[in-house]
Nanobody
Framework: QSLLVESGGGSVQPGGSLRLSCTTS??????????VTWFRQAPGKDREGVGT????????????TYVDSVKGRFTISRDTSWKMVHLQMDRLTPEDTGVYYC????????????????WGEGTLVSVSS
């Protein structure tokens, strides 16, 4: 069983929205102190990182980064009370179709797969009319 668990995938029409969530299967795992990256893998393509979020700092702030293809449409946020990370996806296009994964690493956030320590098994997002 993977340490991280994604949920919220489904089918949506172009222009629609979905919110994915990432949490942990181990209640003792402190997801709040890990940087989290969302990845996706489109059919026939390599997995790519789409955005990252840092742990919350002492002032309660987080920092996010996004790849250009999702910037302005996707938003990553934390719910520290529930040890969850969300990926809000708006104005979806068929090119956003794929399996979405969350991954975590202790330290500076990164978009590269090789730097991740923990993974989920993914949730499928399908955008079509």
């Amino acid at each position: 069983q993977s340490l991280l668990v994604e949920s919220g995938g489904g089918s949506v029409q172009p222009g629609g929205s979905l919110r994915l969530s990432c949490t942990t299967s181990d209640p003792t795992f402190q997801l709040n102190v890990y940087s989290v990256t969302w990845f996706r893998q489109a059919p026939g393509k390599d997995r790519e990182g789409v955005g990252t979020i840092t742990p919350m700092d002492t002032s309660g702030e987080t920092k996010t980064t996004y790849v250009d293809s999702v910037k302005g449409r996707f938003t990553i946020s934390r719910d520290t009370s529930w040890k969850m990370v969300h990926l809000q996806m708006d104005r979806l296009t068929p090119e956003d179709t794929g399996v979405y994964y969350c991954a975590a690493r202790y330290g500076v956030p990164d978009l590269r797969e090789a730097w991740m320590q923990y993974w989920g098994e993914g949730t499928l997002v399908s955008v079509s009319s």
